[in-house]
């Protein structure tokens, strides 16, 4: 390798011309090679310089599709253990609507009608997917919805639509099914309920365009609006009542994060000087821990039962995230070894928020297989098992995901208007990588 020399290849040095110039051309060529006098190389044109080349199309930020892939992994982690500290070591909720935003307004650079089209064709048929199997399940254990005493009558039935675009809540049984059966009667319940963020996404796409055009005429009250409106409608200072407000106080807890998106990208975070950031940051996080410890819920610091404290905590949270943004092209260093399942999480990221907590359910009647192995009949066995069965449901559910991209992931592609890929890990072409939200975690 060169670094702005030729090495030496073993010939005499070039001979000279008069004045002590080299030979034109400076080839090494014979004495009798013409040669050009520096008056007269002083009349010649210049050359043309080298055309510039043209600027590289900016790619994706692996900064943040790293953030997204740990924030999906901490969602599988928190629905399977249900450890409630993790919302305050990582609110992944916050990080993916920032995530989110962030993506939106870089979109909004091109027509808002067109964006919000495409963002909503991206979301749709991975849904229509996964609403058409649980709906032939619950229908199959003997729901009805038209008789359900929480989703009864006509209304029931038009709730339904909530399942082919989510403008509302959809309706699930709370119970379905047996007690005894494969699956505990209230798989319903966890299945669908992740169902609310697919809500939530959908009016922030919708209102990307207000709000951005907001933020851009007044950043800072645009901001900090929605801490203050989750300080109204997330306190019960005011209730609304119904999955109306539901939907208001989701659109309040995480309008903040989303809205970080938009200063994010449009480089209102880096006018600040980190040490102010950082420091209001960390107060607007310390108000949050304050706040929870004096309304505790029935999990304790589950952070998702104590909205006000779940905004300022996930607000400052994502700050800090978002300051320290290194903007990477690649993965740098070790985090380089991850960079194929990082690829593979944001391309499936639809896939994998909607089917993991009915696959996490999935393990149960697949480990208790194990208790009717022939070595497993010893009360040894057996307790070794019930200690470990936690670990076990872990380890089955990755490969029971990895099955489902292979299954239906390639639907992410056909709404996105690609060509269908099995396993889009990043080893064949360079394509690019859709994102996507995340479920309430």
């Not at 990582?90 to 609507?97: I, Q």
């Not at 109306?244 to 006018?271: I, M, P, R, S």
């Not at 107060?283 to 909205?307: K, Q, R, T, Y």
């Not at 022939?374 to 380890?395: C, H, K, N």
Request: aromatic share 12%.
């Amino acid at each position: 390798m060169t670094h702005g020399y030729t090495t030496g290849t073993g010939t005499s040095p070039e001979p000279a011309g008069p004045y002590g110039t080299p030979y034109a051309g400076n080839t090494g060529a014979a004495p009798d090679t013409p040669y050009t006098l520096p008056q007269q190389r002083a009349t010649e044109p210049a050359p043309e310089p080298a055309p510039a080349p043209a600027p590289k199309k900016p790619g994706r930020d692996r900064y943040l599709d790293l953030l997204r892939s740990i924030a999906l992994v901490r969602v599988v982690v928190y629905h399977l253990f249900g450890w409630a500290w993790l919302t305050v070591v990582f609110p992944s909720m916050g990080v993916m609507f920032a995530l989110a935003g962030s993506l939106m307004a870089r979109s909004l650079k091109r027509p808002a009608l067109g964006v919000i089209r495409g963002r909503v064709r991206r979301l749709l048929p991975p849904l229509w997917v996964f609403s058409a199997v649980v709906l032939a399940m619950m229908f199959a254990n003997g729901w009805n919805p038209s008789e359900d005493p929480d989703h009864g009558g006509t209304w029931g039935l038009i709730e339904l639509f909530n399942y082919i675009v989510p403008i509302g809540a959809p309706p699930y049984p709370w119970h379905v099914g047996s007690k005894s059966g494969l699956l505990e009667d209230t798989w319903a319940v966890q299945a669908a309920g992740v169902l609310w963020y697919l809500r939530a996404y959908l009016w922030f796409v919708i209102a990307s365009p207000l709000l951005l055009w907001l933020f851009r005429k007044a950043p800072w009250p645009t901001l900090l609006a929605p801490l203050g409106l989750t300080a109204i409608v997330g306190t019960g200072w005011v209730t609304i009542p119904g999955e109306t407000g539901n939907a208001v106080t989701d659109f309040a807890v995480y309008g903040g994060c989303w809205v970080l998106g938009f200063a994010h990208h449009e480089g209102l975070l880096k006018q600040i000087p980190r040490y102010v950031s950082v420091s209001c940051a960390s107060l607007v996080m310390a108000f949050g821990l304050w706040w929870a410890s004096n309304h505790l819920g029935p999990d304790g610091w589950d952070l998702n039962d104590i909205p006000l404290a779940q905004a300022t905590w996930s607000f400052g949270f994502v700050v800090i995230l978002l300051q320290y943004s290194p903007s990477w092209q690649e993965l740098p260093g070790r985090l380089a070894t991850w960079d194929r399942l990082v690829t593979l999480s944001n391309n499936r990221a639809v896939t994998i928020y909607l089917w993991h907590n009915l696959l996490i359910m999935a393990t149960v009647p697949i480990i208790d297989l194990a208790y009717e192995l022939p070595f497993m009949q010893s009360e040894r066995a057996v307790a070794a098992l019930d200690g470990a069965y936690t670990i076990w449901m872990f380890a089955l559910v990755w490969p029971l995901i990895g099955l489902m991209v292979l299954a239906v992931g390639w639907v992410e592609d056909i709404a996105a208007k690609r060509r269908p890929r099995l396993w889009p890990n990043g080893t064949k072409g360079k394509s690019p990588r859709p994102s996507a939200g995340a479920h309430r975690a």
